[in-house]
Protein backbone atom coordinates (compact mmCIF):
# COMPACT_ATOMS: atom_id res chain seq x y z
CA UNK A 1 0.00 0.00 0.00
CA UNK A 2 1.28 3.17 -0.55
CA UNK A 3 2.02 5.42 2.00
CA UNK A 4 1.72 9.02 0.08
CA UNK A 5 -0.21 11.55 2.18
CA UNK A 6 -2.42 14.14 0.93
CA UNK A 7 -3.39 12.73 -2.45
CA UNK A 8 -6.32 14.91 -3.93
CA UNK A 9 -9.09 14.32 -5.82
CA UNK A 10 -12.33 15.47 -7.17
CA UNK A 11 -14.29 12.29 -6.43
CA UNK A 12 -13.26 9.24 -3.86
CA UNK A 13 -15.53 6.43 -4.01
CA UNK A 14 -16.11 4.25 -0.62
CA UNK A 15 -16.85 0.80 -1.40
CA UNK A 16 -17.33 -0.68 -4.83
CA UNK A 17 -19.79 -2.90 -5.54
CA UNK A 18 -21.62 -2.53 -8.69
CA UNK A 19 -23.33 1.06 -7.70
CA UNK A 20 -19.74 2.71 -7.81
CA UNK A 21 -18.53 0.92 -10.46
CA UNK A 22 -21.31 2.54 -12.84
CA UNK A 23 -20.24 5.56 -10.98
CA UNK A 24 -16.28 4.87 -12.08
CA UNK A 25 -17.17 4.31 -15.50
CA UNK A 26 -19.36 7.23 -15.95
CA UNK A 27 -16.26 9.29 -15.24
CA UNK A 28 -14.18 7.50 -17.44
CA UNK A 29 -17.05 8.21 -20.33
CA UNK A 30 -17.11 11.85 -19.18
CA UNK A 31 -13.27 12.46 -19.41
CA UNK A 32 -13.27 10.49 -22.26
CA UNK A 33 -14.98 13.84 -23.71
CA UNK A 34 -11.49 16.00 -23.61
CA UNK A 35 -8.67 15.85 -20.87
CA UNK A 36 -10.38 19.28 -19.58
CA UNK A 37 -13.47 17.57 -19.22
CA UNK A 38 -11.64 14.98 -16.92
CA UNK A 39 -12.71 14.25 -13.20
CA UNK A 40 -9.88 12.60 -10.90
CA UNK A 41 -11.29 9.65 -9.10
CA UNK A 42 -10.07 7.04 -7.17
CA UNK A 43 -12.31 3.71 -5.04
CA UNK A 44 -11.45 2.21 -1.93
CA UNK A 45 -13.07 -1.29 -1.65
CA UNK A 46 -12.39 -3.80 1.62
CA UNK A 47 -12.60 -6.85 -0.39
CA UNK A 48 -9.37 -8.28 -1.81
CA UNK A 49 -10.87 -8.28 -5.16
CA UNK A 50 -14.36 -7.56 -7.24
CA UNK A 51 -16.98 -9.39 -5.83
CA UNK A 52 -21.06 -8.56 -6.32
CA UNK A 53 -23.10 -11.14 -3.76
CA UNK A 54 -20.79 -14.00 -4.80
CA UNK A 55 -22.26 -16.42 -2.10
CA UNK A 56 -25.55 -16.54 -4.29
CA UNK A 57 -24.21 -17.68 -7.18
CA UNK A 58 -26.49 -20.90 -7.14
CA UNK A 59 -26.33 -23.06 -10.93
CA UNK A 60 -28.85 -21.79 -13.15
CA UNK A 61 -30.15 -18.93 -10.83
CA UNK A 62 -30.90 -16.09 -12.95
CA UNK A 63 -31.30 -12.39 -12.60
CA UNK A 64 -34.77 -10.66 -11.46
CA UNK A 65 -34.06 -7.89 -14.34
CA UNK A 66 -33.58 -7.90 -17.81
CA UNK A 67 -30.08 -7.23 -19.17
CA UNK A 68 -30.61 -4.03 -20.65
CA UNK A 69 -30.93 -2.90 -16.97
CA UNK A 70 -27.15 -3.00 -17.37
CA UNK A 71 -24.37 -0.58 -15.78
CA UNK A 72 -24.30 1.71 -18.63
CA UNK A 73 -27.28 1.66 -21.54
CA UNK A 74 -30.39 3.63 -19.88
CA UNK A 75 -27.67 6.48 -19.80
CA UNK A 76 -25.50 6.27 -22.72
CA UNK A 77 -26.72 3.18 -25.17
CA UNK A 78 -23.87 3.06 -27.39
CA UNK A 79 -21.67 2.78 -24.35
CA UNK A 80 -18.78 0.00 -24.47
CA UNK A 81 -19.11 -1.00 -21.15
CA UNK A 82 -22.74 -2.38 -22.25
CA UNK A 83 -23.58 -6.08 -20.99
CA UNK A 84 -24.11 -6.23 -25.01
CA UNK A 85 -20.86 -5.05 -25.63
CA UNK A 86 -19.51 -7.84 -22.83
CA UNK A 87 -21.34 -10.46 -24.83
CA UNK A 88 -19.17 -9.30 -28.52
CA UNK A 89 -16.11 -9.41 -26.58
CA UNK A 90 -16.69 -12.84 -25.63
CA UNK A 91 -17.51 -14.22 -28.50
CA UNK A 92 -20.89 -15.05 -27.56
CA UNK A 93 -23.61 -12.40 -28.56
CA UNK A 94 -25.15 -14.52 -31.46
CA UNK A 95 -25.65 -17.28 -28.95
CA UNK A 96 -26.94 -15.53 -26.42
CA UNK A 97 -29.34 -13.57 -28.88
CA UNK A 98 -30.87 -17.21 -29.76
CA UNK A 99 -31.54 -18.06 -26.19
CA UNK A 100 -34.06 -15.74 -26.49
CA UNK A 101 -33.79 -14.64 -22.89
CA UNK A 102 -33.91 -11.17 -21.21
CA UNK A 103 -32.57 -12.61 -17.83
CA UNK A 104 -29.15 -14.23 -18.26
CA UNK A 105 -27.93 -16.00 -14.99
CA UNK A 106 -26.40 -14.57 -12.35
CA UNK A 107 -23.05 -16.77 -13.19
CA UNK A 108 -22.92 -14.59 -16.42
CA UNK A 109 -23.58 -10.95 -15.04
CA UNK A 110 -21.56 -11.28 -12.38
CA UNK A 111 -18.77 -11.99 -15.26
CA UNK A 112 -20.13 -8.98 -16.88
CA UNK A 113 -19.11 -7.16 -13.61
CA UNK A 114 -16.18 -8.68 -13.69
CA UNK A 115 -15.18 -7.48 -17.25
CA UNK A 116 -16.39 -3.97 -16.70
CA UNK A 117 -14.53 -3.25 -13.81
CA UNK A 118 -11.01 -4.93 -15.27
CA UNK A 119 -11.58 -1.62 -17.43
CA UNK A 120 -11.21 0.96 -14.62
CA UNK A 121 -8.91 -1.14 -12.86
CA UNK A 122 -6.74 1.96 -12.04
CA UNK A 123 -8.81 3.94 -10.36
CA UNK A 124 -9.36 0.84 -7.72
CA UNK A 125 -8.02 0.04 -4.83
CA UNK A 126 -9.13 -3.20 -3.58
CA UNK A 127 -8.35 -4.93 -0.01
CA UNK A 128 -8.43 -1.19 1.46
CA UNK A 129 -11.29 0.28 4.06
CA UNK A 130 -12.18 4.02 4.70
CA UNK A 131 -12.11 4.02 8.30
CA UNK A 132 -13.00 7.61 8.46
CA UNK A 133 -13.82 11.00 6.61
CA UNK A 134 -13.65 14.01 8.04
CA UNK A 135 -12.57 17.70 7.63
CA UNK A 136 -9.05 18.74 7.43
CA UNK A 137 -7.40 20.28 10.95
CA UNK A 138 -7.48 23.99 10.89
CA UNK A 139 -9.68 23.87 8.04
CA UNK A 140 -11.43 27.45 8.01
CA UNK A 141 -15.02 26.40 7.87
CA UNK A 142 -16.04 28.79 5.17
CA UNK A 143 -13.14 27.62 3.11
CA UNK A 144 -13.40 23.97 3.67
CA UNK A 145 -14.33 22.42 0.48
CA UNK A 146 -12.20 18.84 0.91
CA UNK A 147 -12.46 16.26 3.10
CA UNK A 148 -9.91 14.01 4.66
CA UNK A 149 -10.30 10.39 4.42
CA UNK A 150 -7.88 7.50 6.34
CA UNK A 151 -7.44 4.44 4.70
CA UNK A 152 -6.71 1.10 6.39
CA UNK A 153 -4.85 -2.17 4.64
CA UNK A 154 -6.48 -5.45 4.72
CA UNK A 155 -4.56 -5.94 8.01
CA UNK A 156 -6.38 -2.94 9.60
CA UNK A 157 -2.82 -0.68 9.71
CA UNK A 158 -3.78 2.45 8.89
CA UNK A 159 -1.42 4.47 6.32
CA UNK A 160 -2.78 5.84 3.62
CA UNK A 161 -4.75 9.49 3.99
CA UNK A 162 -6.32 11.03 0.96
CA UNK A 163 -8.39 14.02 -0.03
CA UNK A 164 -11.40 14.12 -1.84
CA UNK A 165 -13.63 17.20 -2.92
CA UNK A 166 -16.63 14.91 -2.93
CA UNK A 167 -17.17 11.57 -1.39
CA UNK A 168 -19.70 9.07 -2.99
CA UNK A 169 -20.55 6.63 -0.06
CA UNK A 170 -21.66 3.06 -1.27
CA UNK A 171 -20.53 0.28 1.40
CA UNK A 172 -23.57 -1.57 0.57
CA UNK A 173 -26.46 -3.39 2.79
CA UNK A 174 -26.17 -4.84 5.71
CA UNK A 175 -27.05 -9.06 6.72
CA UNK A 176 -30.02 -9.03 9.00
CA UNK A 177 -30.21 -11.64 10.87
CA UNK A 178 -33.55 -12.72 12.88
CA UNK A 179 -33.66 -11.36 16.97
CA UNK A 180 -31.66 -13.56 19.18
CA UNK A 181 -29.79 -15.45 16.49
CA UNK A 182 -25.76 -15.29 16.02
CA UNK A 183 -23.92 -16.77 12.96
CA UNK A 184 -21.60 -19.30 13.59
CA UNK A 185 -20.43 -22.89 12.17
CA UNK A 186 -24.37 -23.92 11.59
CA UNK A 187 -26.15 -20.78 11.30
CA UNK A 188 -25.45 -18.92 8.19
CA UNK A 189 -26.98 -15.81 6.64
CA UNK A 190 -27.88 -16.14 3.19
CA UNK A 191 -24.71 -13.41 2.05
CA UNK A 192 -22.27 -16.30 3.40
CA UNK A 193 -24.13 -19.49 1.58
CA UNK A 194 -22.11 -20.92 -0.89
CA UNK A 195 -18.42 -20.06 0.83
CA UNK A 196 -19.60 -21.75 4.45
CA UNK A 197 -21.55 -24.84 1.88
CA UNK A 198 -18.88 -25.70 0.53
CA UNK A 199 -16.58 -26.17 3.24
CA UNK A 200 -19.02 -28.38 5.32
CA UNK A 201 -19.25 -32.04 4.44
CA UNK A 202 -22.83 -32.47 2.88
CA UNK A 203 -23.04 -36.29 4.87
CA UNK A 204 -23.45 -34.44 7.78
CA UNK A 205 -26.47 -32.52 6.57
CA UNK A 206 -29.27 -34.46 7.32
CA UNK A 207 -32.08 -32.25 8.39
CA UNK A 208 -31.55 -28.48 7.56
CA UNK A 209 -33.63 -25.58 7.82
CA UNK A 210 -34.26 -22.44 5.48
CA UNK A 211 -35.84 -19.14 7.21
CA UNK A 212 -37.35 -16.11 4.88
CA UNK A 213 -40.21 -15.36 2.58
CA UNK A 214 -37.73 -14.06 -0.54
CA UNK A 215 -35.87 -15.36 -3.65
CA UNK A 216 -32.61 -16.19 -2.09
CA UNK A 217 -34.81 -18.27 0.71
CA UNK A 218 -36.63 -19.94 -1.76
CA UNK A 219 -33.23 -20.38 -4.15
CA UNK A 220 -31.39 -21.92 -1.46
CA UNK A 221 -34.40 -24.60 -0.73
CA UNK A 222 -33.93 -25.82 -3.82
CA UNK A 223 -30.27 -25.86 -4.09
CA UNK A 224 -30.04 -27.83 -0.54
CA UNK A 225 -33.31 -30.14 -1.95
CA UNK A 226 -31.33 -30.58 -4.93
CA UNK A 227 -27.68 -31.27 -3.46
CA UNK A 228 -28.57 -33.01 -0.41
CA UNK A 229 -30.72 -36.30 -1.62
CA UNK A 230 -30.60 -38.14 1.53
CA UNK A 231 -31.56 -35.10 3.67
CA UNK A 232 -34.87 -33.42 4.68
CA UNK A 233 -35.41 -30.00 4.13
CA UNK A 234 -37.51 -27.29 6.16
CA UNK A 235 -38.50 -24.01 4.76
CA UNK A 236 -39.28 -21.61 7.15
CA UNK A 237 -41.69 -18.84 5.70
CA UNK A 238 -42.76 -16.35 7.56
CA UNK A 239 -45.94 -15.57 5.16
CA UNK A 240 -48.36 -18.23 4.07
CA UNK A 241 -45.69 -20.19 1.63
CA UNK A 242 -44.12 -18.04 -1.09
CA UNK A 243 -45.60 -14.86 -2.67
CA UNK A 244 -45.21 -14.27 -6.36
CA UNK A 245 -42.73 -11.05 -7.73
CA UNK A 246 -45.00 -8.74 -9.84
CA UNK A 247 -42.85 -8.31 -12.83
CA UNK A 248 -45.60 -7.18 -15.23
CA UNK A 249 -44.96 -3.80 -17.51
CA UNK A 250 -47.13 -1.80 -15.48
CA UNK A 251 -45.77 -2.99 -12.27
CA UNK A 252 -41.70 -2.71 -13.72
CA UNK A 253 -42.57 1.29 -14.64
CA UNK A 254 -41.98 1.74 -10.47
CA UNK A 255 -38.57 1.15 -11.85
CA UNK A 256 -38.17 3.68 -14.47
CA UNK A 257 -36.57 6.92 -13.94
CA UNK A 258 -40.25 9.07 -14.03
CA UNK A 259 -40.75 7.16 -10.87
CA UNK A 260 -37.74 8.12 -9.10
CA UNK A 261 -38.95 11.99 -9.51
CA UNK A 262 -42.61 11.01 -8.68
CA UNK A 263 -41.53 9.82 -5.49
CA UNK A 264 -38.92 12.43 -4.40
CA UNK A 265 -41.12 15.20 -5.13
CA UNK A 266 -44.36 13.55 -4.22
CA UNK A 267 -46.10 13.95 -0.46
CA UNK A 268 -45.79 12.17 2.16
CA UNK A 269 -49.37 10.26 0.77
CA UNK A 270 -47.55 9.27 -2.83
CA UNK A 271 -44.90 7.86 -0.99
CA UNK A 272 -47.10 5.74 1.24
CA UNK A 273 -48.31 4.63 -1.94
CA UNK A 274 -45.66 3.65 -3.17
CA UNK A 275 -44.71 0.98 -0.79
CA UNK A 276 -48.27 -0.28 -0.14
CA UNK A 277 -48.88 -0.90 -3.58
CA UNK A 278 -45.75 -1.53 -4.89
CA UNK A 279 -43.53 -3.97 -2.41
CA UNK A 280 -43.93 -7.05 -4.14
CA UNK A 281 -41.95 -5.75 -6.59
CA UNK A 282 -39.08 -6.37 -4.73
CA UNK A 283 -39.65 -7.59 -1.39
CA UNK A 284 -39.97 -11.14 0.26
CA UNK A 285 -41.21 -12.02 -2.92
CA UNK A 286 -40.15 -14.77 -5.63
CA UNK A 287 -39.79 -15.69 -9.07
CA UNK A 288 -42.82 -17.75 -10.45
CA UNK A 289 -40.53 -19.75 -12.22
CA UNK A 290 -38.83 -21.11 -8.64
CA UNK A 291 -42.03 -21.03 -6.75
CA UNK A 292 -43.32 -23.56 -8.98
CA UNK A 293 -40.53 -25.84 -8.80
CA UNK A 294 -40.18 -26.16 -5.44
CA UNK A 295 -44.12 -26.92 -5.43
CA UNK A 296 -43.80 -29.31 -7.69
CA UNK A 297 -40.62 -31.29 -5.85
CA UNK A 298 -43.16 -31.11 -3.06
CA UNK A 299 -45.82 -32.91 -4.93
CA UNK A 300 -43.61 -35.10 -6.42
CA UNK A 301 -42.51 -36.38 -3.03
CA UNK A 302 -45.91 -36.88 -1.82
CA UNK A 303 -46.78 -39.21 -4.92
CA UNK A 304 -43.55 -41.11 -3.47
CA UNK A 305 -44.74 -41.51 0.28
CA UNK A 306 -41.94 -39.06 0.70
CA UNK A 307 -41.81 -35.97 3.03
CA UNK A 308 -38.08 -34.23 2.13
CA UNK A 309 -39.60 -30.95 1.79
CA UNK A 310 -41.18 -29.25 4.11
CA UNK A 311 -43.13 -26.12 4.55
CA UNK A 312 -43.65 -24.33 7.68
CA UNK A 313 -46.17 -21.25 7.01
CA UNK A 314 -46.81 -18.19 8.83
CA UNK A 315 -43.89 -19.26 11.21
CA UNK A 316 -40.49 -17.28 12.08
CA UNK A 317 -37.46 -17.46 13.72
CA UNK A 318 -37.45 -16.42 17.68
CA UNK A 319 -34.10 -17.67 18.57
CA UNK A 320 -31.11 -20.25 18.09
CA UNK A 321 -28.85 -22.05 20.61
CA UNK A 322 -26.60 -25.41 20.14
CA UNK A 323 -27.66 -28.69 21.86
CA UNK A 324 -24.49 -31.01 21.40
CA UNK A 325 -23.18 -30.93 17.85
CA UNK A 326 -27.09 -30.25 16.27
CA UNK A 327 -28.58 -26.65 16.11
CA UNK A 328 -31.73 -26.10 18.35
CA UNK A 329 -34.19 -23.68 16.82
CA UNK A 330 -36.54 -22.36 18.42
CA UNK A 331 -40.01 -21.32 16.38
CA UNK A 332 -43.26 -19.21 16.69
CA UNK A 333 -46.39 -19.94 14.58
CA UNK A 334 -48.27 -16.45 14.12
CA UNK A 335 -47.68 -13.55 16.14
CA UNK A 336 -49.08 -15.17 19.18
CA UNK A 337 -48.51 -18.87 19.02
CA UNK A 338 -46.93 -20.86 21.23
CA UNK A 339 -43.34 -21.87 20.80
CA UNK A 340 -41.33 -25.23 19.77
CA UNK A 341 -38.29 -26.12 19.34
CA UNK A 342 -36.96 -28.04 16.46
CA UNK A 343 -33.21 -29.60 16.04
CA UNK A 344 -31.45 -28.77 12.76
CA UNK A 345 -27.93 -29.87 11.33
CA UNK A 346 -28.06 -25.90 9.62
CA UNK A 347 -30.24 -23.12 9.43
CA UNK A 348 -29.72 -20.63 6.70
CA UNK A 349 -31.16 -17.73 8.14
CA UNK A 350 -32.13 -16.06 3.88
CA UNK A 351 -33.55 -13.14 6.18
CA UNK A 352 -32.88 -10.07 3.91
CA UNK A 353 -30.90 -6.76 4.82
CA UNK A 354 -30.45 -3.46 6.33
CA UNK A 355 -30.29 -0.43 4.63
CA UNK A 356 -26.81 1.51 4.46
CA UNK A 357 -26.20 3.59 7.07
CA UNK A 358 -23.10 5.76 7.27
CA UNK A 359 -23.29 7.50 10.39
CA UNK A 360 -20.63 5.78 11.89
CA UNK A 361 -18.21 6.48 9.02
CA UNK A 362 -18.75 9.69 8.81
CA UNK A 363 -18.14 10.69 12.80
CA UNK A 364 -17.86 14.05 13.34
CA UNK A 365 -19.03 15.02 10.32
CA UNK A 366 -22.06 13.92 10.57
CA UNK A 367 -23.33 16.92 12.76
CA UNK A 368 -22.67 18.86 9.51
CA UNK A 369 -25.59 16.28 7.11
CA UNK A 370 -29.42 17.87 8.03
CA UNK A 371 -32.05 14.97 9.03
CA UNK A 372 -35.94 15.32 8.28
CA UNK A 373 -38.24 14.89 11.38
CA UNK A 374 -37.68 10.82 11.84
CA UNK A 375 -34.12 11.22 12.64
CA UNK A 376 -32.95 10.42 8.78
CA UNK A 377 -30.59 11.82 6.25
CA UNK A 378 -32.56 14.93 4.27
CA UNK A 379 -31.27 13.97 0.41
CA UNK A 380 -31.18 16.34 -2.46
CA UNK A 381 -32.35 14.86 -5.70
CA UNK A 382 -28.71 14.34 -7.22
CA UNK A 383 -28.42 11.78 -4.12
CA UNK A 384 -26.54 14.17 -1.89
CA UNK A 385 -27.18 14.80 1.97
CA UNK A 386 -28.37 18.10 2.71
CA UNK A 387 -25.48 19.60 4.79
CA UNK A 388 -24.78 23.01 6.45
CA UNK A 389 -23.50 25.96 4.83
CA UNK A 390 -20.16 26.01 5.67
CA UNK A 391 -19.84 22.42 4.78
CA UNK A 392 -18.91 22.67 0.82
CA UNK A 393 -17.92 19.46 -0.32
CA UNK A 394 -20.50 16.71 -1.90
CA UNK A 395 -21.18 13.30 0.32
CA UNK A 396 -23.20 11.26 -1.72
CA UNK A 397 -25.20 7.92 -1.16
CA UNK A 398 -25.69 5.06 -3.77
CA UNK A 399 -27.99 3.06 -0.98
CA UNK A 400 -29.87 4.16 2.42
CA UNK A 401 -32.46 6.82 0.17
CA UNK A 402 -35.22 4.58 0.28
CA UNK A 403 -36.95 7.11 1.91
CA UNK A 404 -36.29 10.12 -0.19
CA UNK A 405 -35.73 8.22 -3.54
CA UNK A 406 -38.11 4.74 -3.07
CA UNK A 407 -37.19 1.27 -4.66
CA UNK A 408 -34.95 1.77 -6.71
CA UNK A 409 -32.39 3.36 -4.46
CA UNK A 410 -29.89 -0.01 -3.44
CA UNK A 411 -31.07 -1.86 -6.97
CA UNK A 412 -29.71 -2.56 -10.17
CA UNK A 413 -32.69 -1.05 -11.78
CA UNK A 414 -31.70 2.73 -12.08
CA UNK A 415 -27.95 2.09 -11.69
CA UNK A 416 -27.02 3.68 -14.84
CA UNK A 417 -28.96 6.26 -13.90
CA UNK A 418 -28.36 7.35 -11.05
CA UNK A 419 -24.46 7.07 -11.77
CA UNK A 420 -24.99 9.58 -14.27
CA UNK A 421 -26.77 12.23 -12.24
CA UNK A 422 -24.41 11.91 -9.63
CA UNK A 423 -21.74 12.79 -11.95
CA UNK A 424 -23.79 15.31 -13.89
CA UNK A 425 -24.18 17.30 -9.81
CA UNK A 426 -20.34 16.61 -9.40
CA UNK A 427 -19.98 18.70 -13.13
CA UNK A 428 -22.76 20.96 -11.55
CA UNK A 429 -20.94 22.02 -8.37
CA UNK A 430 -17.55 21.90 -9.62
CA UNK A 431 -18.62 24.80 -12.06
CA UNK A 432 -19.48 26.88 -9.02
CA UNK A 433 -23.14 28.29 -8.81
CA UNK A 434 -23.96 30.44 -6.85
CA UNK A 435 -27.49 29.73 -5.66
CA UNK A 436 -29.73 26.69 -5.88
CA UNK A 437 -31.75 28.28 -9.36
CA UNK A 438 -28.20 28.42 -10.90
CA UNK A 439 -27.13 25.06 -9.99
CA UNK A 440 -30.22 23.66 -11.74
CA UNK A 441 -29.47 25.41 -14.59
CA UNK A 442 -25.89 24.02 -14.76
CA UNK A 443 -27.03 20.27 -14.03
CA UNK A 444 -30.00 20.77 -16.84
CA UNK A 445 -26.73 21.99 -18.94
CA UNK A 446 -24.40 18.66 -18.02
CA UNK A 447 -27.40 16.49 -18.90
CA UNK A 448 -27.26 17.25 -22.67
CA UNK A 449 -26.15 15.18 -25.26
CA UNK A 450 -25.90 11.21 -25.07
CA UNK A 451 -23.77 11.69 -22.01
CA UNK A 452 -27.32 10.71 -19.86
Known amino acids: MSNREHEIYDVVGVGFGPSNLSLAIALEEYGARGPEDGISSLFFERQSSFGWHRNMLLP ?5 ISFLKDLVTFRNPTSSFSF ?33 QAKVADRIVYGSEVTSIRRPPGAVPELSDRLLLEVADATGRAGRVVEARNVVISTGLVPSMPEGTERDERVWHSSEFLAKYRRTDPGELRRVAVAGAGQSAAEIARFLYDELPHAQVCAIVPSYGYSVADDTPFANQVFDLGAVDEYYF ?3 QTREAFWRYHRNTNYSVVDDEVIRDLYRRSYDDDVRGVRRLQFLNLTRVTGVKRAGAETRVSLQEGSDGEVRELDFDLLVCATGYNAMEPTDLLGDLDRYCLRDEAGRYRVERDYRIVTAPDMRCGIYLQGGTEHTHGLTSSLLSNIAVRSGEIVDSIVARRAGPNDESDESTVLAEAGKGTFR
Do not use: C, I, K
Not at 60 to 64: D, I
Open 60 to 64: SATMQ
Open 84 to 116: VAYLHAQGRLPQFVNNQDFFPTRQEFHQYLEWA
Open 266 to 268: GSE
